[in-house]
């Protein structure tokens, strides 16, 4: 695996690229096209591994996660499931991995290039910006091989596209193209293939502009909404807003309006 920091160029090795093709943008790619990014326990640590150097790398402000070929992810490793049976789908150490990768406290913008399906979906939906191409496709056909979601999938797809669409797509295992994933709401914006990586960079760069030391509690914020009743969650809102004046960039950019001049954060 090669290290992330000052890394212009991608190395072609690993289960996950990572560059830098913007300042303060992280880019990693899943890179196992031959088994369209299919996600082995192998994939998700080095996934898992860039993501812990970002977290405490000032210098990355957003992470944009594509796939190498025509896949995002064709979700959990099947072959595996296959030979190890449920201690593949159990394993301690993949739903560990899994779980931290949930807890990137930093901005993750998905850049989906063609399927996203099953623990590939799930992977997507954990980001906190789905950016699709027209051609990709998304789906759960976990059902269609005697399985169901399992990382997350039947929790967070009724929250991005309401029960009876998620009960639709994980009871029939049907794909869905990009424009009726925007429509449903599942990605925030359905582009043209040769637009999606200059459109999640663009994005990306844009959040990685603002405090470092600030976005990761408006993530937190949104996901408490999916994660508490509306009341607890507001109390997390002000309790957050609380936190975060203690963030020397939190007076940085009040003063910065008052003084009418852009901010300077310091990420602190
Ligand atoms: N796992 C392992 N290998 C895969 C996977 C996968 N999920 N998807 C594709 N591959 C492999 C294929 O086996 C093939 O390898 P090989 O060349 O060695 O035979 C290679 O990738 C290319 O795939 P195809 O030849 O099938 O490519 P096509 O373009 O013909 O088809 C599809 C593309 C439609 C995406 C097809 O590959 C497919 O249907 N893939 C499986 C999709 C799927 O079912 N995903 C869900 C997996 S289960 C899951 O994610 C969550 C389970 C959690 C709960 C489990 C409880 C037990």
């Known amino acids: 695996m090669q290290n992330i920091r000052g890394t212009a160029d991608i190395v072609d090795q690993g289960l996950v690229l990572a560059n830098v093709p913007v300042s303060g943008v992280l880019l990693l790619t899943l890179n196992r096209p031959a088994k369209l990014n299919a996600l082995s326990k192998q994939l998700l640590a080095e996934l898992l591994a860039h993501l812990n150097n970002a977290a405490t790398d000032d210098a990355v402000g957003c992470v944009v996660l594509t796939g190498h070929g025509k896949s995002f992810a064709a979700g959990a490793d099947i072959t595996d499931m296959l030979e190890r049976g449920v201690d593949s789908y159990a394993d301690p150490e993949r739903i560990s991995v899994w779980t931290q990768i949930e807890r990137f406290p930093k901005p993750i913008i998905a850049a989906v290039n063609g399927y996203a399906l099953g623990g ?20 759960t056909p976990e059902i269609k091989i005697g399985s169901f979601p399992g990382d997350g999938g039947t929790q967070r797809l009724p929250r991005a596209v309401g029960k009876s669409f998620a009960m639709q797509m994980i009871l029939t295992g049907m794909m869905i193209d990009a424009d009726l994933a925007e429509r449903k709401g599942l990605v925030s914006e359905a582009v043209d293939a040769e637009t999606l ?7 990306a760069s844009a959040i990685a502009t603002m405090s470092v030391a600030i976005t990761p509690f408006a993530k937190r914020a949104v996901n408490a909404a999916f994660e508490m009743p509306l009341e607890q969650g507001i109390r997390h809102e002000r309790k957050l807003n609380i936190e975060a004046f203690a963030k020397e960039d939190r007076m940085e950019g009040l003063r910065s309006f008052k003084e009418k001049r852009p901010p300077n954060f310091k990420g602190r």
């Open 120 to 139: 590939g979906l799930e992977l997507a939906l954990l980001c906190d910006i789905v950016l699709a191409a027209k051609g990709a496709q998304f789906g």
């Open 197 to 203: 990586l200059p459109r999640a960079l663009e994005l």
